[in-house]
């Protein structure tokens, strides 16, 4: 796998963190140098080689993905394991690195004191990167009312009655279904100045839905206006997030990419507003693979993007082939 020091690259992490928006030239700088350590050290990413440009997720839950050894991994973490039951694994050489991303892309959205944290994610196991990410925001941003909890409708609002008493605004970030179940099931209206957040996740719970539905549901069991509702993107084979502070279009940070691309031809990328396959670049995923081909289908307009759901198995057989080979 190569020399041992050449593993750690804090000047890489350092560059990451330094971008800014709309500087390509930078930017297209250090994907070129993270591409070029990526291919060397990491066997899939060498593997692929010539297969295409972005790297299928799939490659997640069919190989270790990673620059560096096993027994340096300070996590892994894993996905909610919607593929048949196989869960993708995502192993991560620097804890502190990964909360330094976390953080920083939080903070561009919502400042460095958002009031009380609420992170409510029931049925969501420990190894999860959501558990990982909230509780870190927590630690790192919310009072002392803030917390992260997997169920309990009561504490939920009395965390928040609590909050509001205190003068305090408070952000809600919650898995859609977790929050979906307690808006219908008559939890009532959110008290104080909140901010309500979901982080998708309704395919792992054999309910579908729209999200213009979703906030609608949301809107009216909770009494939260709908520039009030907004939403989180993330997925376990990323290590950065892309934030919709309010309604369902996610901006990116500086460090992370995004297109839409034909799914019989990943490689060609759609005109704005033509819905395909996401693809997006996380130069954050230093230490794993930084161009990955999602399994969401979406669409793009004015340097935002939108899930539109799913992609179905037949829109994906053209990723099948770029598989073929990688160990």
């Known amino acids: 796998m190569g020399d041992r020091a050449d593993i750690a690259r804090p000047d890489l992490e350092a560059a990451i963190l330094r971008l800014e928006p709309g500087d390509d030239e930078a930017f297209g700088a250090l994907e070129s140098e993270i591409a070029e350590f990526q291919r060397r050290l990491n066997p899939v990413v060498r593997t692929f080689g010539d297969a295409g440009r972005f790297l299928p997720i799939a490659a997640f839950r069919m190989a270790r993905v990673a620059t560096f050894p096993a ?61 990982a990410m909230m509780q870190h925001l927590v630690r790192r941003f919310g009072d002392t009312g803030s917390a992260v909890f997997s169920d309990d409708a009561v504490r939920f609002s009395k965390i928040l009655g609590d909050s509001a008493r205190r003068e305090r605004p408070a952000l809600v970030v919650g898995a859609a279904f977790g929050l979906l179940e307690l808006a219908e099931g008559g939890v009532g209206r959110l008290p104080g100045d909140v901010r309500l957040i979901e982080t998708g996740g309704m395919k792992t719970h054999r309910r579908s839905m729209e999200r213009e539905t979703l906030h609608d549901v949301l809107s009216r069991g909770f009494g939260c206006p709908r520039d009030r509702i907004g939403g989180e993107f993330g997925m376990c084979e990323l290590t950065s997030q892309a934030w919709a502070p309010t309604g369902w279009w996610y901006e990116a940070p500086p ?53 539109l759901g799913r992609a179905s198995g037949a829109a994906l057989r053209g990723c099948n082939f770029l598989m073929e080979g990688t160990p």
């Open 255 to 307: 460090w992370m990419r995004f297109e839409v691309v034909d799914p019989e031809h990943p490689d060609r990328a759609l005109p704005e507003g033509s819905a395909g396959l996401l693809a997006v670049t996380d130069l954050a995923n230093l230490y794993t693979a930084s161009h990955l081909l999602t399994e969401d289908r979406a669409v793009v307009r004015s340097g935002r993007f939108s899930v």
């Open 71 to 131: 027994d340096e991994s300070e996590r892994v973490f894993r996905s909610s394991g919607t593929a048949g039951g196989v869960r993708s694994e995502h192993p991560v050489r620097s804890m502190a690195f990964y909360e330094r991303v976390v953080e920083a892309g939080f903070e561009r959205v919502f400042g460095s004191e958002p009031g009380t944290i609420v992170a409510y994610l029931p049925r969501y196991a420990a190894d999860s990167s959501l558990v």
